[in-house]
């Protein structure tokens, strides 16, 4: 389990891929971890050096007192390429990994070679959303709100078909440490990031799910306006788009960091 101890907290990491390869990291959504990306890693990794990890408050990582905010998360991704001696990477985020991302490429433009939004929006709302499942999960505990959670990540039709996809995600969001999940909602409900998106400079592609209730086509479309020359993929999946389209999605993702 290899993990970096880093000043403000522990990072749970994995790496596939040749040494000598450019490195992508891989950011997970709310309430998952680094094992959302195991389909995409075999097809990724022949091409790249894979860095995955798990968001502070998720995994294997720490949990430092809350709340977070989307400036930490994305020095956290800082600070893990510092520790592993890696200058530049491609980066990759889905949902909260995303605004991990947007924020990433804002602050650190200098250590993103290219950038990849999926699943994910300038701006979630509304906040009082984010206030009311942070109170339950701090009450009642995650099992409180993990059907109604996972029941948006996969399109009715296909969860249906895939109950045992359905059951790890649920085993995934219910290990999920409750005061590291409320801590990264309120990075989430309290990241605005509808003005500042227009100063990205890093070539950019936006993935969507034209089933995807919490970050609608709208929200990708919104990112593809602002966004200069972004880039834009739609897939037939709901919230958690790499695990219910993994081949297409692994496929768009090759398509655009090898061009």
Not at 229 to 240: F, G, P
Request: hydrophobic share 45%; net charge negative; with cysteine.
């Amino acid at each position: 389990m290899p993990v970096a101890e880093l000043g403000s907290t522990r990072i749970h990491y994995r790496i596939d891929g040749d040494p000598g390869k450019p490195v992508l990291v891989l950011s997970n959504s709310l309430g998952t971890n680094l094992e959302m990306w195991a389909p995409q890693i075999a097809g990724l990794s022949e091409h790249f050096r894979v860095l995955r990890y798990d968001t502070r408050g998720h995994g294997q990582s720490g949990v430092p007192p809350g709340p977070y905010t989307m400036a930490r998360l994305a020095a956290d991704v800082v600070d893990l390429l510092d520790y592993l001696g890696i200058a530049k990477a491609h980066f990759c985020g889905l949902s909260m990994g995303g605004i991990t991302g947007m924020r990433l490429a804002l602050d650190f433009p200098e250590r993103i070679d290219s950038l990849v939004l999926s699943n994910t929006a300038a701006f979630i709302g509304p906040p009082d959303n984010w206030t009311a499942r942070v109170e339950k999960v701090r009450a009642e505990g995650m099992e409180s709100i993990a059907d109604a959670v996972v029941a948006r990540w996969l399109t009715p039709d296909f969860a249906q078909a895939h109950g045992e996809l359905v059951a790890q995600l649920r085993r995934m969001l219910v290990a999920t440490d409750p005061e590291g999940y409320a801590a990264n909602c309120h990075a989430v409900r309290d990241a605005d990031l509808r003005e500042e998106v227009r100063n990205i400079a890093a070539p950019t592609l936006v993935i969507a799910g034209n089933g995807d209730l919490p970050t609608p086509p709208s929200d990708a479309l919104y990112l593809v306006k602002a966004i200069r020359d972004a880039q834009y993929v739609e897939l037939n999946t709901a919230h958690i788009a790499n695990l219910q389209q993994p081949v297409r999605f692994t496929d768009a993702l090759l398509a655009f960091l090898k061009a």
